[in-house]
C-alpha cells in the first residue's frame, strides 16, 4: 500500500541547483575548508555510474575538513547539498546544457501532464506514455517565422521516443540532437500553431509521446532493484521547461510489493498480478514531475496531525521507513512538522496538504536529500543519525526551506540561485537560532569563516552556474555560506523585521510563478522605501568584502566614549547598523551606530566607564575578520602539503603544519584540530613516533567548528595511537587506545575514509580500532 498519506510529496527540489529551477539535492554537511588536499574516500555512488563518466573517487579532494569526507562518505558526496541537478548535469549527463529546458523563443511552456510510467527496476528499465499539453505563452516575434512549426523538448538520451503523435492522431516526424549525449528532441508538427493576427499567446498543442528505455544509475537519479528515484533533472520525461508548473496526473506501475510516490494526491492503488499500480493527482499546478518508489516493508506512518500544542496542523506528515527505523522515522517526522509550522508562520502556509519523507539513496553514505512538491527523499544517515547531536543540523531545515524556495517559488534563471540555496541557508539559520541557539551561532562561526576562503572568490550572481564552474568545495562556500551571511547582512539594513515582510509578500507574489533577484530587490525597496541598488550590486554582483574597525578618539566625559567606525572597500552609498557592546564594569551595553560610507563618527555613553568596545558582536556584517584571514593564510600554506607528501616528504609537510600553527596561536580560525591531526599523522608516516604520540594526544582535547570533524580526527588519532603502542610492542597500551577509541560513541567512528598512504582503502576508525583491540588482546 501506498505511503498515503493522504497527500502529496515532494522532493528536495531543492534547488540547488540549478535548476531553475529545480531540484536540487541535498547533501549534507558539508564543510569545506580544505587545508589540504586528502584523498577522498572513494565513492560508493561509484557503483552507480560507471561508465558515466563521474570522477573517480580517487581523486583528491581538497579538504579541511575532514568533515567533509565524513560526510561525503559515499557517495554522493555529502556536501550540504548537492546541488542535485546540478550535479547530476555536471557529471555527465548532458554536458552541454545546463538546466533546465528553457522556454523556447515564442515562449512556450508545459501546462499540464499525464503520464503513464512501468518500471522493471532490476533492469534499470522504464517504458513510459506521456501525454503533455502545451500552451504559447508570449506573441511571436514580429520578424520570427510567423507559426510555430517544430517544438524543442529535452527528453533523456538513454530513452528511446516509439512514436510521438498530436491530438489528431497524426504520428510527428522528431530529430534528436546529433550531439552525443543531448537531450534535445525536435518535433515536427502536422500542423503548424498559427497565428492569429498578431497573437499566438493561449493557443495549445496536445503530443503524446511513447518511449522507453535503460536508464544508468546517477547518484541523484536510479533506478535499482532497491528503489528509484527520478529527478526532474533526470529527463524521463519530455519537457521543455523542468520547473514549469503544471497539473499533473501521473500512473506508476511498480512490482507488487513495491511503493510509489509523486506530488499530488494519491488517487489510490491497484495490484493487477506480480505488479502494483499507483495513481497520483496534482489539485493544483506543481514545478516538478520528480516520482521516487521503493519496496515497501508495510504501509506509511504515521500521519501526524498533532505534533505538540495546538492548533492542529492543517497537514500531514508522514514517513516511510522500514520497521527498524520506524521509531527515528517518527521523530525526524515530528521535527518536519515544526519545521513547516515555522516556516508557515514566517513566510505562508505550507502549500500541500501533506509531507511525505522517503528513504532513498540506496547505499549513499552521507546526509543527502532531495525535496519535491509535497515530498522529501533522504538518505540512511539522515535518519539513523537524526538524534546525534552535531549531525548536519541544517540540513532538514534547510530541506524543508525549499517546499517554499525555490519549489513553490521557482528561480527565473539559474542566476537567480542565491533566492533558493542562500535563502534555504539563511532560513535553516533562523530556524536554529530558536531551537538550538548555540548551533546556530556555530553555523555562522564557520560560514565567516569558510565563505571568504576561496581565491578568488566567485561572485553570487553566478547562481546555480557555480555547480558547474566550481567544485563543491567553493560553490558550498559561496552560494550556501556566503549566500546565507548576505542574508544576514540585508537585516542590517533593511532590518530584520521588514526582512520577514519582504519573505512573506515575495512568496505572497511569486508562489505559483518564478522569480528573480530583480523581483526580489524591487519588493525590498518597495517594503524598505529605499534604494538598495547598491547592497545588490556589492554584495550579488560583486566580490568585495568590508574590512570594519573602529578608531577611538578622545572623549568628553569620563562614562562617554566616541570616535569613528571604519569601513574600507565599500562603496559611498554603503549603510549597515553595526552594533557595539561597550564592556563596563557593570556588564556589557549595547549600543548601535547606523552608517554610511567609510567613516561614521559616534559617540555613546555608558553608566560606567567603558573598558572595551567590540563591534558587531553576533557577526551579523558580512565583513573580513582575523578568523577568516588567519584560515585563508593557513589554507595558502597547508595547500602543497599533499603533494609533499605524496613526494615522500614527511619532514617537509610536517614542517608546514607547524608554520600553519604558527600563524594562529590563539586559534582563532579553529584549525588547531585538524592541522595537528594532520601533523601527527605525517609523523607517524615519517616513523618519528616519539613526536607523533603527543599531537595525537593533543587532537583528542581540542575541538573544531564541526563535531563531526572534531570526532573523526579523535577517532581516528586513536587509531594512530594504538598503532603506535602496538608497533612498540605495547599490546596491553594499544588495546587500551582502541577500546578508548570504540569508546566515541558518533556517527563519524563509522565513516568510511581513505588516507593518502593507501587512496584506494576505504576504513572506517571503528573497523581499525576493533581490529587493534583483538590483535592487541593476543
Ligand atoms: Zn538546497
Not at 128 to 139: D, I, K, N, P, S
Not at 185 to 198: C, D, F, M, Q, Y
Not at 268 to 286: E, F, H, L, Q
Request: contains cysteine; aromatic residues 8%; charged residues 25%.
Amino acid at each position: 500500500m501506498s505511503c498515503h498519506i493522504a497527500a502529496p510529496v515532494h522532493k528536495c527540489q531543492v534547488a540547488d541547483a540549478v535548476s531553475r529551477r529545480r531540484n536540487s539535492v541535498c547533501h549534507a554537511g558539508q564543510n569545506e575548508a580544505a587545508l589540504r588536499e586528502i584523498p577522498r574516500p572513494p565513492q560508493r555512488a561509484r557503483n552507480d555510474n560507471q561508465g558515466n563518466g563521474v570522477r573517480p573517487l580517487s581523486v583528491f579532494v581538497a579538504l579541511l575538513a575532514l568533515g567533509l569526507a565524513f560526510f561525503a562518505q559515499a557517495g554522493a558526496r555529502a556536501y550540504g547539498h548537492m546541488p542535485l541537478q546540478t550535479r547530476a548535469t555536471r557529471l555527465h549527463l548532458f554536458p552541454e546544457q545546463t538546466k533546465s529546458g528553457q522556454a523556447q523563443r515564442p515562449g512556450l511552456t508545459a501546462e499540464r501532464y499525464e503520464i503513464d510510467v512501468s518500471f522493471q527496476p532490476e533492469k534499470g528499465f522504464l517504458r513510459a506514455r506521456a501525454e503533455v499539453t502545451l500552451r504559447v505563452v508570449e506573441a511571436l516575434p514580429p520578424q520570427s517565422n510567423p507559426s510555430l512549426d517544430a517544438i524543442e523538448f529535452e527528453l533523456n538520451p538513454h530513452l528511446k521516443i516509439l512514436e510521438i503523435t498530436d491530438a489528431q492522431g497524426h504520428k510527428l516526424g522528431f530529430d534528436r540532437s546529433g550531439r552525443l549525449g543531448s537531450p534535445k528532441v525536435s518535433v515536427r508538427l502536422a500542423e503548424p500553431i498559427k497565428r492569429a493576427g498578431t497573437q499566438t499567446s493561449g493557443a495549445l498543442a496536445k503530443l503524446t509521446f511513447t518511449y522507453e528505455g535503460v536508464l544508468p544509475p546517477q547518484p541523484l537519479d536510479y533506478i535499482t532493484k532497491d528503489g528509484i528515484l527520478l529527478r526532474d533533472e533526470s529527463r524521463w520525461y519530455p519537457a521543455v521547461d523542468l520547473s514549469a508548473f503544471t497539473e499533473t496526473q501521473i500512473t506508476i506501475t511498480v512490482p507488487s510489493n513495491w511503493n510509489a510516490v509523486t506530488s499530488g494526491q494519491p488517487q489510490g492503488s491497484t495490484s493487477a498480478g506480480p505488479a502494483a499500480i499507483y495513481r497520483w493527482r496534482t489539485s493544483r499546478a506543481v514545478s516538478s514531475r520528480a516520482i521516487v518508489a521503493f519496496p515497501a516493508q508495510g504501509p506509511c506512518g504515521p500521519a501526524f496531525r498533532e505534533v505538540s500544542p495546538l492548533p492542529p496542523l492543517p497537514y500531514d506528515v508522514s514517513a516511510c521507513f522500514p520497521p527498524e527505523q520506524a521509531k527515528s522515522g517518527d521523530r525526524l517526522a515530528i521535527e518536519i512538522a515544526a519545521l513547516l509550522r515555522t516556516y508557515s508562520n514566517l513566510e505562508g502556509p505550507y502549500p500541500h496538504s501533506t509531507l511525505t519523507i522517503v528513504k532513498g539513496f540506496p547505499n549513499q553514505g552521507g546526509a543527502v536529500g532531495y525535496s519535491a512538491p509535497g515530498f522529501l527523499v533522504v538518505s540512511e544517515d539522515v535518519v539513523k543519525f537524526h538524534d546525534y547531536p552535531g549531525y548536519a543540523p541544517e540540513f532538514l531545515p534547510h530541506e524543508i526551506a525549499h517546499q517554499w524556495f525555490p519549489i513553490e517559488v521557482t528561480l527565473a534563471r539559474e542566476e537567480d540561485g542565491w533566492l533558493a540555496e542562500s535563502l534555504a541557508e539563511y532560513l535553516a539559520w533562523r530556524y536554529l537560532r530558536e531551537r538550538d541557539p548555540a548551533r546556530a551561532r556555530r553555523m555562522v562561526a564557520q560560514a565567516m569563516r569558510d565563505a571568504l576562503a576561496p581565491e578568488p572568490l566567485p561572485p553570487l550572481s553566478l547562481g546555480l552556474r557555480l555547480f558547474a564552474l566550481e567544485g563543491e568545495s567553493v560553490t558550498h562556500a559561496t552560494l550556501y555560506q556566503r549566500g546565507m551571511l548576505v542574508f544576514r547582512t540585508l537585516e542590517t539594513v533593511i532590518d530584520r523585521e521588514r526582512v520577514d515582510r519582504v519573505l512573506r509578500e515575495y512568496y505572497q507574489r511569486y508562489a505559483g510563478k518564478a522569480a528573480s533577484i530583480a523581483d526580489f530587490r524591487r519588493l525590498c525597496e518597495e517594503i524598505s522605501g529605499r534604494n538598495l541598488r547598491w547592497f545588490f550590486d556589492y554584495f550579488i554582483e560583486g566580490t568585495r568584502i568590508p574590512q570594519m574597525v573602529i578608531r577611538r578618539t578622545r572623549s568628553a566625559a569620563p562614562n562617554e566614549v566616541s570616535g569613528e567606525i571604519i569601513l574600507r572597500n565599500v562603496p559611498p552609498e554603503f549603510n549597515v547598523r553595526v552594533e557595539m557592546r561597550l564592556e563596563t564594569a557593570g556588564g556589557p551595553v549595547e549600543h548601535s551606530v547606523a552608517t554610511r560610507g567609510e567613516v561614521t563618527p559616534f559617540t555613546a555613553t555608558a553608566p560606567q566607564p567603558v573598558t572595551r568596545i567590540t563591534l558587531d558582536p553576533d557577526q551579523r556584517i558580512l565583513r573580513w575578520t582575523e578568523a577568516a584571514e588567519r584560515n585563508r593564510r593557513q589554507r595558502a600554506l597547508l595547500a602543497g602539503i599533499g603533494k609533499l607528501e605524496q613526494a615522500g616528504q614527511f619532514s617537509r609537510a610536517a614542517q608546514i603544519c607547524t608554520q600553519a600553527l604558527a600563524l594562529d596561536p590563539e586559534n582563532l580560525a579553529s584549525n588547531e584540530q585538524q592541522i595537528r591531526f594532520e601533523l601527527g599523522r605525517l609523523l607517524y608516516r615519517g616513523e618519528r613516533f616519539t613526536a607523533a604520540f603527543p599531537e595525537f594526544e593533543r587532537v583528542l582535547a581540542l575541538g573544531s567548528l564541526d563535531p563531526m570533524a572534531s570526532d573523526l580526527q579523535r577517532a581516528w588519532s586513536r587509531v594512530f595511537r594504538a598503532r603506535i603502542e602496538s608497533r612498540r610492542g605495547h599490546a596491553a597500551a594499544a588495546r587500551a587506545e582502541a577500546q578508548a577509541g570504540l569508546a566515541i560513541k558518533s556517527p563519524a567512528v563509522q565513516t568510511r575514509v581513505s588516507w593518502p598512504d593507501a587512496p584506494a582503502r576505504e576504513s572506517s576508525a571503528a573497523e581499525e580500532l576493533r581490529a587493534l583491540a583483538g590483535q592487541a588482546a593476543h
